[in-house]
């Protein structure tokens, strides 16, 4: 199995920022993908961004040039660097991370963090 540990959620006001941080350990190989969704009330989850191993990256559009995702490969952590928050950013974030288990096999398995509620107040 993955552990996860995230931190970093909260309420704040419109235009403000949040970090979130999400440290994975287990036995793995390696992480392959490193990311965040998110899940608002009555929404379906949704990719924010994610970063490959080779620091690949990816945004949802509603969140590119406000949010910023960082990764290190080597203590197998991801951060989300909030900008600008909106009220429609308000969700539980959720870690996640995409495990090779042997080195032999590229087969991928998805885990997920326990999440963090975020919450913008106007």
């Known amino acids: 199995q993955v552990q996860f540990v995230e931190s970093g959620g909260g309420l704040v006001q419109v235009g403000e920022s949040l970090r979130l941080s999400c440290a994975a350990s287990g036995s793995f190989f390696a992480i392959e993908v490193m990311g965040w969704y998110r899940q608002a009330p009555g929404k379906q989850r949704e990719l924010v961004a994610s970063?490959?191993?080779?620091?690949?990256?990816n945004y949802a559009d509603t969140v590119k040039g406000r949010f910023t995702i960082s990764r290190d490969n080597t203590n197998n952590t991801v951060s989300l660097q909030m900008n600008s928050l909106e009220p429609e950013d308000t969700a539980v974030y959720y870690c996640?991370?995409?495990?090779?288990?042997?080195?032999?096999?590229?087969?991928?398995?998805?885990?997920w963090g326990q999440g963090t509620q975020v919450t913008v107040s106007s």
């Open positions: 970063m490959s191993r080779g620091a690949i990256t």
């Open positions: 996640n991370a995409d495990v090779i288990w042997r080195p032999t096999d590229s087969t991928r398995f998805r885990y």
